[in-house]
Structure formats: structure tokens, C-alpha cells
């Protein structure tokens, strides 16, 4: 009875733990998102103002169109000119347009279209030579620092992400052939890095094989 015990509360656990942590944090989104949002909505627009009990999500909902009203009227003349005039006084602040150009460059990466994002996950020898560590790959260097390199052969830019937060890290330029591209996706990469090595794409299908066995063993025995 202990044993069958144990196995209801660790399927339970496996296939109710992410769902719970998901939904907590996409929870805690909306929320975030609401709590900016509402407090500028008019009262007659609101419908917290007038319903028993407060609408969750309807913050997130007027911001995404809020956004999508914003690039609509930036597509067209008007805005590209009323929004090229508020940059232009953006850059003639001496705090402000470094910080602005900095984050604008960010943005335009990851979600514009033409930003190239990580292109592949490598394996290179860092910080020292017998130590090897998982990389993404940026792109081939360019600029400056690519005519300072003191090399001859194509260079490329590499984050070295730091475990368990992916979001830290460090900024390579080394030779591509000083690399090895894995077969793996960026994302299962990442995954790798933020596990401590624990979570593969391999080891999460055997995870998931384990899952339904033993969830199957359980209904039967049940």
C-alpha cells in the first residue's frame, strides 16, 4: 500500500508540476501586465469599475492593442514623421539616447524580422583550454572589433551563457573553426544550460517514456 502510495503522489507530481508552475507563472504575467495597465483606463472603459469582481487579462488585451494601434500609425507617413521627429529629440538628450539607442538595438534584434537572434548552439573550449562549454552563436563578427582581431579566418560572435540563469553571461570573438555546431536546437540548448545538465532533448523523451509507463503501471495496478 506505501509503494502504490508513492507512485500515485510521484505521477501526480510529474504531470501536475509543470502544468502548475506554468499556469502560476502566466498567472503572475496577467497580473503584472493588469496592474500597469487598468489604472490609465477610464473608469467608463474599465469593466472592473461596474462588474462584482475584477477581469483578468483585459489589461493585457488593451496593451497588445495598444501596441498594434502604435505600429499601424508608424507605418504610415504621418506617424513615421511624428515618430521620426520624437527620435530625433531622443538623441539630443545626453542620458537618454544612449540608453534608448541601446535598448532600441536589443529590440530590433530579437523581434524585427531582419534581427538574426541565435543562429546555432556550439560547443567551445572556455575558460581554459580541457574545459568545454556550450555556446550560441550571434552571428560573424563584424566591425571594429572583427579588423582588431588578430585573426585571418572568419570570426563569430558567441554568448556563453552562465547556469541556471541563461540570461547572464559572456561575449566571445574567437575563429568559427575554434567551434563545434551541435545537432541540437537553441532552445534544447538552453534547456541543457538552465538544468544544470540534468535536462537533454534525449533525456526528455526517456523522461517522458518513464512518465507514461509509469503512469500506465499505475492505472493497472489501480
Request: charged residues 15%.
Given at each position: ?194 538544468s544544470f545538465g540534468l535536462v537533454s532533448a534525449e533525456t526528455g523523451e526517456v523522461a517522458k517514456e518513464r512518465v507514461e509507463t509509469a503512469a500506465k503501471r499505475v492505472l493497472e495496478q489501480a
Open positions: 500500500m506505501v509503494t502504490r502510495l508513492r507512485n500515485y503522489f510521484l505521477t501526480g507530481l510529474v504531470v501536475a508540476g509543470p502544468a502548475g508552475i506554468t499556469l502560476y507563472l502566466t498567472w503572475a504575467l496577467v497580473s503584472w501586465v493588469d496592474s500597469w495597465v487598468k489604472p490609465y483606463l477610464p473608469a467608463s472603459y474599465n469593466p472592473d469599475t461596474y462588474l462584482p469582481f475584477p477581469v483578468p487579462g483585459f489589461g493585457l488585451v488593451v496593451g497588445v492593442v495598444l501596441i498594434m494601434t502604435i505600429g499601424f500609425l508608424t507605418a504610415n507617413i504621418v506617424g513615421r514623421t511624428l515618430f521620426g521627429y520624437s527620435e530625433h529629440m531622443l538623441h539630443r538628450m545626453p542620458v537618454v539616447r544612449n540608453l534608448y539607442r541601446g535598448l532600441k538595438q536589443i529590440f530590433e534584434t530579437v523581434l524585427a524580422e531582419r534581427g538574426s537572434s541565435f543562429q546555432t548552439a556550439v560547443l567551445l573550449e572556455y575558460p581554459r583550454r580541457g574545459l568545454w562549454t556550450i555556446g550560441f552563436v550571434a552571428g560573424p563578427t563584424r566591425g571594429e572589433v572583427r579588423g582588431r582581431l588578430p585573426v585571418d579566418e572568419e570570426a563569430v560572435t558567441v554568448f556563453v551563457p552562465t547556469t541556471p540563469n541563461p540570461t547572464g553571461g559572456f561575449l566571445l570573438f574567437l575563429p568559427r573553426r575554434e567551434t563545434i555546431a551541435l545537432d541540437m536546437t537553441v532552445e534544447d540548448a538552453a534547456k541543457l544550460v538552465i
